[in-house]
């Protein structure tokens, strides 16, 4: 099986091919088109030539055009969840999750085909009127990872076509054959030839000659900040409007009288859903000492049930990482930790599932120090740091050190607490006895620090990056009624 580059509106072959396997059994899931630089400027060429009749397509149109899409995924929802599984690992029940994430971000950006809401204020000069409205940015490139390779995607995809963008999208390459199902769902559901362009390539050349191509207006990147540093410096240069998703190293608060069931429950799911490798995914948790012994019991007993295996079978809880390189990545933070000085309660090693696939052991780390490479850095695996802390104000001190500030959770059942961490904790997403995980598109997604460049996705906040504010005068009175500074008085 062979999925192939989507250029203006057909199915393209490349000179090269690479593949895509199956990180729970090393088994070839397909074939994929090697895009090369050229294929990245034919692309171009044609978004730029689609961008002319897109952006006159009335919004609404563009909207129902969005809603449709949204139809045929929740029609070939388990189809592409079970691929998905296959291509990343994720167990089926969450790669169900992040096709869903698509469909609800599907309607919820066709909807904003019948808004896009600029506005109108009153102008201080007789028979004149004043308005802002939204243009489309232009011809968009779009870099996204492998751990939502439906999700994340979707969140720059809808808003980028409900405003009228065209767009050139470079998955990541180790989940090529999902993106291109997905991109065939837009195909079906009838976006012109050249709206929507699909190119995959492993190494930097395509994506490089995307991030520096002329035409390319507005950058869009989810992914790792050593990558997203890089864009940003190409970017800089050649003046693009660039949106950063990056790193975290997100935590669970827990005061002394949290509900101590719901704590551990929240905290399994934040931490090791997803084998840890969501931007959300909690790594720290930093616990009120009063409490921590017995949360410490309870979550090594339940950590070491944990199934873990191929995520196509719904018994299992823990799939595999990514790939052989996150594995030993994931083990070597985990050895220098313990270098450190930090106390593995249970994990610390390369799991084995039947000789085959990429696991890592959910592993918990206690006597976690400040400033320690478990508690500095993001792993992006299943592994939990736990900070012992004596009260709030400390609690809140060690969240808001980090270098990366996307999403922080906190269990009390006190509401001064709650409504004092929600005013002092400085991250983009914030929890009140909830896991790290679990944003909903509705609301602006993205962090503060070394997380992102201040932009949002998803919510309306997602159209500022991909829209171009446009201020129109018009002037009813016949006569030069020159600047209203101008022609003050006093
Ligand atoms: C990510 O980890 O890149 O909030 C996105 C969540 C999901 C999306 C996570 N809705 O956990």
């Known amino acids: 099986m062979e999925f192939k580059n989507y250029i203006n509106g057909k199915w393209v072959s490349g000179r090269k091919t690479f593949q895509t396997i199956n990180p729970a059994n090393e088994e070839l899931v397909a074939d994929i088109a090697h895009a090369e630089v050229t294929d990245v400027d034919s692309a171009v060429d044609a978004a730029k030539k689609a961008f002319d009749s897109w952006r006159l397509v009335p919004a609404p149109i563009r909207g129902e055009m969005l809603f449709k899409v949204g139809d045929i995924l929740k029609q070939k929802k388990e189809e592409l969840s079970q691929l998905l599984t296959r291509d990343m690992g994720k167990v089926i029940a969450e790669a169900r999750g992040d096709v869903q994430e698509a469909i609800d971000m599907a309607y919820?950006?066709?909807?904003?085909?019948?808004?896009?809401?600029g506005y109108t204020a009153p102008v201080e000069m007789m028979n004149k009127f004043g308005m802002a409205v939204r243009d489309p940015s232009g011809i968009v490139g779009l870099i996204t990872p492998w751990n939502f390779p439906i999700a994340v995607p979707s969140w720059k995809i809808?808003?980028?076509?409900?405003?009228?963008?065209?767009?050139?999208?470079?998955?990541?390459?180790?989940?090529?054959?999902?993106?291109?199902?997905?991109?065939?769902?837009?195909?079906?559901?009838?976006?012109?030839?050249?709206?929507?362009?699909?190119?995959?390539?492993?190494?930097?050349?395509?994506?490089?000659?995307?991030?520096?191509?002329?035409?390319?207006?507005?950058?869009?990147?989810?992914?790792?900040?050593?990558?997203?540093?890089?864009?940003?410096?190409?970017?800089?240069?050649?003046?693009?409007?660039?949106?950063?998703?990056?790193?975290?190293?997100?935590?669970?608060?827990?005061?002394?009288?949290?509900?101590?069931?719901?704590?551990?429950?929240?905290?399994?799911?934040?931490?090791?859903?997803?084998?840890?490798?969501r931007c959300t995914a909690a790594s720290r948790l930093i616990v009120q000492k009063g409490i921590a012994n017995k949360v410490k019991e309870l979550l090594v007993e339940r950590t070491k049930k944990l199934k873990l295996g191929d995520g196509l079978d719904p018994q299992i809880e823990i799939?595999?990482?990514?790939?052989?390189?996150?594995?030993?990545?994931?083990?070597?933070?985990?050895?220098?930790?313990?270098?450190?000085?930090?106390?593995?309660?249970t994990g610390a090693a390369i799991a084995d599932v039947d000789g085959k696939g990429f696991f890592y052991a959910p592993t918990l780390f206690d006597g976690v120090k400040p400033g320690s490479t478990l508690e500095a850095e993001e792993i992006f695996g299943p592994v939990l740091s736990i900070i012992e802390v004596e009260s709030l104000e400390e609690a809140i001190e060690v969240n808001n050190r980090s270098k990366y500030g996307l999403s922080?959770?906190?269990?009390?059942?006190?509401?001064?607490?709650a409504f004092t961490a929600m005013r002092d904790i400085f991250t983009g997403l914030v929890y009140i006895n909830h896991g790290t995980t679990g944003a909903e598109i509705q609301?602006?997604?993205?962090?503060?620090?070394?997380?992102?460049?201040?932009?949002?996705?998803?919510?309306?906040?997602?159209?500022?990056?991909?829209?171009e504010w446009k201020s129109i005068y018009v002037d009813y009175s016949g006569k030069l009624q020159r600047a209203q500074i101008d022609n003050r008085e006093e």
């Open 108 to 117: 919820f950006m066709g909807g904003e085909g019948r808004r896009l809401l």
């Open 158 to 277: 809808f808003p980028a076509l409900v405003a009228g963008n065209t767009i050139i999208w470079k998955p990541s390459p180790e989940t090529p054959a999902v993106s291109a199902a997905f991109v065939e769902v837009f195909e079906l559901a009838g976006v012109p030839p050249g709206v929507f362009n699909l190119i995959m390539a492993p190494g930097a050349d395509a994506g490089k000659a995307l991030v520096e191509h002329p035409d390319v207006r507005v950058l869009s990147f989810t992914g790792s900040t050593s990558t997203g540093r890089s864009i940003a410096e190409l970017a800089g240069k050649h003046n693009k409007k660039l949106s950063l998703e990056m790193g975290g190293k997100n935590a669970i608060i827990v005061m002394d009288d949290a509900n101590i069931e719901l704590v551990t429950d929240a905290t399994l799911w934040a931490a090791f859903g997803t084998t840890g490798q």
């Open 319 to 345: 799939g595999p990482v990514i790939n052989k390189v996150a594995l030993d990545r994931i083990h070597s933070y985990v050895q220098l930790g313990q270098k450190e000085g930090a106390r593995a309660l």
């Open 408 to 417: 922080t959770s906190i269990f009390t059942q006190d509401v001064n607490r």
């Open 443 to 467: 609301f602006p997604f993205g962090g503060v620090r070394g997380t992102g460049n201040g932009h949002r996705e998803a919510g309306q906040a997602a159209l500022e990056v991909f829209t």
